[in-house]
């Protein structure tokens, strides 16, 4: 398999002596180039954590994070800063726009900062495709929830970064802007052969990946290729415990025991 990430023995323990949490507890997990992966598992065993831990916005307590062959845990500031803006795009669940700047300018920034050009050719295709051509004089403030999340779509593309990390991108949205969101993730993977891990709690959110990686109490506990909607439901179920009749019940069982993420997740850029 050619990897694009990976993380290997990874460790992250919060706070110290009773307090201590145990976050992650050893994760191994590769992740594979040109294809969309999803992160799912119990509120509290590790998603945000691990995904935090590989795109470099957070440090591991032991353990080594390889993002595009460059060892993570390695390189000091200046180059994990470069590794983020060069490497990485995010999409976040609270889209992290910046409200002065117009969508344009959102969706170019990190490349802006980079002193890079803009590659006009690959802009206008990723805006041709997320529909946002005449949107992009807007502020976020004018912008529906779901245009705003396809801004952030084209910030994470624009770079053409080796890998994007999605945190609950749908996480905000009404089910349509969610399909019209995952369907652009999916869209990058198939027709553009990006790397997409997204974490999720919605298992038609992550029927749209390709493969699914568990996570419980900080340890991937199985993985799931292939997904669709029902299966997810089937595994999540197992975490839940409490069996659920309908597909909807469960949907909801599900999202009740992942309610407690935090709105915002960080660094936009
Ligand atoms: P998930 O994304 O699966 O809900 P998290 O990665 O957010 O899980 O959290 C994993 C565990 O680490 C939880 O027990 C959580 O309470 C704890 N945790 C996360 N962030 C912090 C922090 N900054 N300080 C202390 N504990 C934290």
Redesign the pocket.
């Known amino acids: 398999m050619d990897t694009v990430a990976s993380a290997w023995e990874l460790v992250?323990i919060?706070?110290k002596g009773e307090?201590e949490?145990?976050?992650?507890d050893g994760v191994s997990v590769d992740f594979e180039r040109g294809r969309f992966t999803a992160?799912m598992?119990?509120?509290?065993?590790?998603?945000?954590?691990?995904?935090?831990c590989m795109a470099a916005l957070d440090k591991p307590t032991s353990g080594t994070v390889v993002v595009d062959g460059t060892d993570v845990s390695r390189l000091g500031d200046r180059a994990l800063t470069k590794l983020r803006r060069d490497r990485v795009g995010f999409v976040f669940q609270a889209f992290n726009l910046v409200p002065t700047l117009t969508a344009a300018e959102n969706i170019t920034l990190p490349v802006d900062i980079a002193g890079r050009r803009v590659d006009r050719t690959w802009f206008d295709q990723v805006i041709g495709i997320l529909g946002l051509g005449d949107r992009l004089g807007h502020k976020p403030s004018e912008l529906s929830g779901g245009q705003q999340q396809r801004v952030a779509c084209a910030r994470a593309l624009v770079s053409r970064p080796s890998i994007v990390f999605a945190?609950e991108p749908t996480g905000n949205l009404d089910s349509r802007s969610a399909g019209e969101v995952l369907g652009f993730l999916r869209r990058s993977v198939d027709d553009f052969g990006q790397s997409v891990v997204m974490?999720t709690?919605d298992p038609s959110a992550a029927a749209y990946a390709d493969r699914i990686v568990f996570?419980a109490d900080?340890r991937v506990v199985d993985e799931m290729t292939e997904p669709t909607t029902e299966r997810v439901l089937d595994r999540m179920k197992r975490f839940d415990g409490t069996p659920a009749r309908h597909a909807t019940d469960a949907t909801h069982a599900t999202r009740a025991i992942?309610d407690?993420?935090?709105a915002s997740t960080g660094a936009g850029v």
């Open positions: 992250k919060y706070g307090a949490v145990h976050a992650l992160i598992g119990p509120s509290g065993s590790g998603k945000s954590t691990l995904m935090h945190d974490v709690h996570l900080g992942d407690s993420r935090p």
